[in-house]
């Protein structure tokens, strides 16, 4: 009982840190229709900035740099590159992300080489006890930033005139344009956002008991996809939910692996999208999707 | 001076010419019709003052002037920034947003803060007081005619100085588009112009002072709504008036061979 109570706690963690990357995923799509094969990098960048900076200047300013600097790479990506190909195929765009993300991928892994970064953050190895469950504290960390920020965005999403003019673009681009509000800026702010959505997931996929920032910390990201898609590619609350299926399901999987040793090795990173595919067959358009994954 | 003074507008798309040197006059505090076939162009014409056709795969030509400022080169926000707030044919409300969501997004290119949209909104559930009871429905449940109104609200709610309506009465049942006419009449003599465009030319012409009817991209026929909607030629094609007599005549005094191609292509 214990171990599967720590096993479900810890895969809320990291399935709230898939939900931060799937979010922005999710924020992209709606307020540009494009699927972004780039965000895997978007978190490396974040993450990598970070990571060379802590030393100098301590880990919660490398932090808000690493966010920072997420931020106006994905600014930078729709600015030079997505606003030049607006007005053109949705697939075409998506394919522009995949260069993007080779190009991005390429230089930071280059720079990386194949050292495993620190980030410095403040948790190390230290556990938390409560009740004969343990759980690392960079767990409970991930957990509660993940649910404050998602919380913030839900609720500026909702309340705040800008989700009003993001919901706008969303749904209807050219009638939002009618009414002042502009879509260059929507998807350079969705860019952003995303981008320092991610920044802070990286800092999560790379903390104990993973060993650090590295090449393949770009894979964990990828797990995001998995979570956007099955929550809805559209749908923020979907994300949400997608992302702490795939954690959870992750994590009851590598916990429970001997168990399921008729499937094979390694079910644990093949879960996610096992339980992908199987949503999908039963709603095409995600759990809480109104469109057709599809469409692109 | 008119409020808004067009001259030789074009516009296409891609390589198809949907209008062609366009002269229109849109005087202040007034209600200015233009009347035209489907196709006509008409929804283009208010995508190029809109400034929001190339969103559409457009571009435009000529120049658009507002109390003598230019136009034509402004991004679309900086239009509704200038007091021009297009309703869009279809009404095109954000169906998945609530009632009082749409009439905030339309509050948000406009100049002022949230003092200037309080006193908007009160405004608008005053012309419009079953937006204030659905306020916080999805708009997409509203009804045809409550869209309009909510699609109209909306505009309003930037506190436009010109309105750019496209073809309000579409698809509505003959008292709720006399309705809709009402709240135009009324929304005008509140102070704000209106460029009507509308296939009802029946409504049009009671509503306006001025009217111009487009065919296949042109100006045929303009002057006083009142004229125009005596004349044999409106009655005949726009007012669904048959007198064959009457018919005979117009075909004889204008130019019959230009009519005829436009019915062709219209
Ligand atoms: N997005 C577009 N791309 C290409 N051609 C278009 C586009 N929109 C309109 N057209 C063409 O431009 C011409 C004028 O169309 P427009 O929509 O302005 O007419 P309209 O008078 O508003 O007609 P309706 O009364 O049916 O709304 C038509 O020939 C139409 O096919
Ligand atoms: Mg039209």
């Known amino acids: ?296 | 001076m008119p409020t808004l003074e067009i001259r030789a507008l074009s516009a296409a798309y891609g390589p198809v010419r949907s209008l062609r040197d366009i002269d229109l006059d849109v005087p202040p505090g007034a209600i200015t019709a233009v009347l035209g076939g489907n196709g006509a162009g008409k929804t283009t014409l208010l995508r190029a003052l809109s400034r929001t056709l190339r969103f559409h795969g457009g571009t435009a030509t000529g120049t658009v002037r507002f109390d003598g400022h230019p136009l034509e080169r402004l991004r679309p926000d900086r239009i509704v920034a200038a007091g021009i707030v297009q309703v869009p044919e279809g009404r095109q409300v954000f169906a998945r947003m609530t009632v009082a969501d749409n009439l905030r997004a339309g509050a948000l290119g406009a100049p002022g803060g949230r003092r200037a949209a309080a006193e908007a909104l009160d405004r608008v559930h005053e012309l419009f007081p079953v937006l204030a009871r659905r306020a916080h429905q999805s708009a997409g449940l509203l009804s045809g005619g409550e869209q309009q109104m909510l699609a109209m609200g909306r505009a309003l709610m930037a506190r436009p100085r010109l309105l750019l309506l496209d073809e309000p009465s579409l698809g509505l049942a003959p008292l709720m588009a006399q309705r809709i006419a009402d709240t135009v009449r009324e929304i005008n003599a509140s102070g704000t112009s209106v460029l009507l465009v509308e296939q009802n030319a029946a409504i049009a012409l009671r509503l306006a002072t001025t009217a111009y009817v487009l065919e296949v991209g042109e100006v045929t026929l303009h002057g006083p709504a009142d004229e125009l909607a005596a004349s044999d030629e409106v009655r005949r094609r726009y007012l669904g008036v048959v007198d064959e007599a009457a018919a005979a005549d117009a075909d004889r005094a204008a130019g019959t061979a230009v009519r005829a191609l436009s019915r062709w292509s219209a």
């Open chain 1, 1 to 296: 009982m214990t171990t599967f109570i720590e096993l479900l706690l810890g895969g809320l963690s990291i399935g709230a840190v898939y939900a931060l990357i799937a979010l922005g995923f999710v924020v992209i799509f709606k307020a540009t229709e494009v699927v972004n094969f780039a965000h895997a990098s978007l978190l490396l960048a974040g993450g990598y900035v970070t990571a060379v900076l802590h030393d100098d200047i301590g880990f919660w300013p490398a932090l808000a740099a690493g966010i920072a600097g997420a931020a106006a790479v994905g600014s930078a990506v729709e600015f030079l590159v997505i606003r030049r190909y607006r007005g053109s195929d949705h697939s075409v765009l998506a394919i522009v992300t995949i260069g993007v993300d080779i190009l991005l991928t390429t230089e930071l892994t280059r720079r990386m080489g194949t050292e495993v970064f620190s980030l410095g953050d403040p948790w190390g190895d230290r556990v938390l006890t409560v009740g004969g469950v343990t759980l690392a504290q960079t767990r409970v960390a991930a957990f509660v930033a993940a649910a404050l920020l998602i919380t913030v965005f839900l609720l500026a999403f909702r309340f705040t005139s800008w989700g009003v003019s993001m919901r706008a673009a969303a749904e209807n681009p050219r009638t939002a344009a009618l009414m002042g509000i502009r879509l260059g800026r929507v998807s350079l702010a969705a860019w952003a956002i995303a981008g320092a959505l991610a920044a802070v997931a990286a800092l999560f996929l790379t903390v104990f008991p993973t060993p650090g920032l590295e090449r393949a910390t770009s894979l964990a990201a990828l797990k995001a996809f998995p979570a956007a898609i099955l929550g809805g590619l559209d749908s923020t609350t979907g994300a949400l939910a997608g992302g702490l299926i795939v954690g959870v399901t992750e994590s009851l999987a590598t916990g429970y692996q001997s168990d399921l040793s008729f499937l094979g090795r390694g079910i644990g990173d093949l879960a996610p999208y096992l339980v992908m595919v199987i949503v999908l067959l039963i709603r095409p358009a995600g759990l809480l999707g109104t469109k057709e994954p599809a469409r692109v």
